[in-house]
């Protein structure tokens, strides 16, 4: 069993999509998937799902077939239905066996960030240091965006802001494509263990997510700190808050600094490149302001709210409501607010991508956990906080069909019967 739990906790991690996963993502979820498959088929005879749990697993398996079977503008409909089998092995375990899951990767996800929480020290401090240019992989385009860093961390050169000692305070990325990862994921874990901040991984969340300057973050954790604080009686967690706040506040006023330098003094870039006269790899140094890091540099983009929705987006929303009945149900195509909506991100590219049949089918396979929590007098206010964060993270980070956010979320909401023995009966029970 232990190996299932392993795998299920693997398969959530990788799609978290770490930077050495970028353009090889496929493969990796290949062998996860593999993994978990071989460790399904040899504990299967442990596992007894009650007739809720398998209906559940039912009704998202339908779920991810029928993503799966809507078209694209470009290319062939995304293969969604490869992470059925993550979907009903997680759904089919036990409370117990599901928070041992959610354990395996929650201490995964806190360790992975510890190496950029160490560098980000030692930027700030301003010692030298020489930090190289990630080369993207052409299925792994961003943009114009630039990525710097070391085996274990990489930071974002226009998410950050240069200090007058010559330091850099750079958002915490971690290993992954953006502080808001950090932040949305930090929050959403801290949540789902109802802020168990004395924790080890709960401390490294917490600072993490404070490092990311994720305003995604700074909502989520202080709302959920203050809920808990009330939930739980435990007012230790609204003095938590304030530093929560504190972040925030950083972000909505932009900080910058009159007396900063130029460019950051002991930072240089190591830049691959090519020499076609010699046919090799060779490297050159560079400094941080060739790629748009300087005295004039913010932590992130001066548009604080609403910062993932273009105005290409909102053109597809218009006329997706103004289209006939068929694409008002099934969508514009599963890819339409990347095609057409300039890859924004926000709850309402499910209507569009995936139209009003995939938006209530979602909202349904969410709503029954709690539904069954209530109808066996489970629902407390720590759970009815939970799902409200994670309903406010939903605004800017919609597919939560993702096996990390799946987790966390059936985690999140059954953690509430972990100590509480009546609470596993009537989950067992079914």
């Not at 460790?39 to 339908?62: E, I, K, N, V």
């Not at 759904?91 to 959610?102: I, Q």
């Not at 994921?185 to 901040?197: K, Q, Y």
């Not at 540099?297 to 997706?320: A, Q, V």
Request: proline fraction near 6%; hydrophobic fraction near 50%.
């Amino acid at each position: 069993m232990a190996g299932l739990l392993w795998s299920l906790a693997l398969m959530a991690f990788v799609s978290l999509n770490p930077y050495f996963m970028w353009g090889y993502q496929k493969v990796y979820y290949a062998v996860a998937s593999s993994l978990l498959v071989l460790s399904f088929m040899g504990c299967s005879r442990m596992l007894s799902p009650t007739r809720f749990q398998l209906a559940l697993c039912a009704a998202f398996s339908l779920f991810l077939m029928y993503l799966s079977l809507l078209p694209k503008v470009e290319g062939a409909p995304t293969r969604w239905f490869f992470l059925i089998p993550y979907t009903v092995a997680l759904l089919a375990l036990s409370r117990e066996n599901l928070t041992k899951t959610f354990d395996n990767f929650y201490w995964i996800f806190a360790l992975s960030l510890i190496p950029g929480m160490l560098l980000w020290i030692w930027l700030v401090a301003g010692l030298p240091i020489e930090m190289n240019y990630l080369t993207l992989p052409p299925g792994a385009r961003r943009g114009t965006v630039h990525y710097f860093g070391l085996p274990g961390a990489i930071f974002i050169s226009s998410n950050a802001v240069i200090l007058p000692s010559g330091g850099v305070v750079f958002r915490l990325c971690g290993i992954y494509d953006e502080p808001g990862t950090v932040g949305t994921i930090a929050a959403l874990c801290l949540a789902a263990t109802r802020f168990r901040l004395r924790e080890a991984r709960g401390a490294i969340s917490l600072v993490a997510g404070i490092l990311s300057f994720s305003l995604a973050f700074a909502v989520l954790t202080t709302l959920g700190l203050l809920g808990m604080a009330i939930a739980g009686r435990r007012p230790k967690l609204a003095v938590a808050a304030l530093a929560t706040i504190l972040a925030g506040a950083v972000i909505v006023s932009g900080v910058t600094f009159e007396r900063a330098p130029t460019t950051a003094p002991n930072l240089t870039i190591t830049v691959p490149s090519s020499d076609p006269a010699r046919g090799e790899d060779v490297q050159t140094k560079s400094t941080p302001e060739r790629f748009n890091l300087d005295y004039r540099s913010h932590l992130r983009s001066l548009r604080i709210f609403n910062s993932r929705i273009e105005p290409e987006m909102l053109e597809l929303l218009d006329k997706y409501a103004s289209s006939s009945p068929r694409t008002i149900l099934f969508g514009v195509a599963s890819d339409a607010s990347i095609v057409y909506g300039s890859e924004s991100v926000v709850w309402y590219r499910i209507l569009t991508d995936h139209g009003l049949i995939g938006f209530i089918w979602l909202v349904l396979l969410y709503s029954l956990p709690v539904v069954f929590l209530w109808r066996a007098g489970r629902l407390d206010l720590s759970v009815v906080v939970f799902c409200t964060l994670y309903l406010m993270s939903f605004y800017q980070r919609p597919v939560i069909w993702l096996p990390a956010q799946v987790l966390i979320y059936f985690a999140g909401i059954y953690w509430a019967a972990a100590s509480r023995p009546r609470g596993a009966d009537a989950l067992r029970s079914g």
